[in-house]
């Protein structure tokens, strides 16, 4: 379970798209990123842009602060470390679901494969969440519209009772009220 969390929180969302992050997979494969770089620079045919692409610098100051407070979250070596490995005038490699799924075949380490495995899982995960989560916000807002319309129909119901106690009270005023006249 504490994998899963782990791999969660890794994945970010990026020109539309899952990516992890090549230090981020080099953690979880237990390599140094340069080896996992190399790997995949010697199969460059196996990663087009829509399975691997370099941030912008731009890109990757935007994620760099969830990056920070996850890792201040994590109090393992392997993220205390993290600094040294990545200096802050490299940018990362990003890998989609495919380019994870690739990466597989460029490494072979039993460790590698056992977390690919884990990783293609909780991609998996995340898309069933995000329907399922589709699918409760198309049930809320229909909800919401249910509720809207009866809203209309108790601001209706409301005011005839409001009505109704105006009336009786204008009656009560008009019976009771003082008699002026002759009195028996």
Not at 92 to 117: C, W, Y
């Amino acid at each position: 379970m504490q994998i899963i969390r782990s791999i969660q929180n890794r994945i970010y969302e990026l020109r539309g798209t899952r990516i992890m992050l090549d230090f981020d997979l080099a953690t979880l494969y237990e390599v140094e990123t340069r080896v996992l770089n190399q790997a995949v620079k010697r199969n460059m045919e196996r990663f087009p842009e829509d399975f691997m692409f370099q941030l912008t610098i731009a890109e990757y100051e935007s994620i760099r602060l969830q990056i920070d407070a996850i890792n201040q979250g994590m109090s393992s070596q392997i993220v205390m470390t993290y600094p040294a490995k990545r200096p802050n005038t490299s940018v990362p490699f990003a890998f989609t679901e495919q380019g994870v799924a690739m990466l597989s075949s460029v490494l072979h380490s039993k460790k590698a494969i056992e977390m690919n495995v884990a990783i293609m899982r909780v991609f998996v995960e995340i898309r069933r969440m995000a329907m399922l989560n589709g699918e409760l916000t198309h049930q809320l807002k229909e909800l919401q519209q249910r509720i809207g319309e009866h809203d209309v129909q108790l601001s209706q119901i409301y005011d005839a009772i409001e009505n109704l106690l105006d009336g009786k009270a204008a009656q009560r005023k008009w019976e009771e009220r003082e008699r002026i006249g002759f009195k028996k």
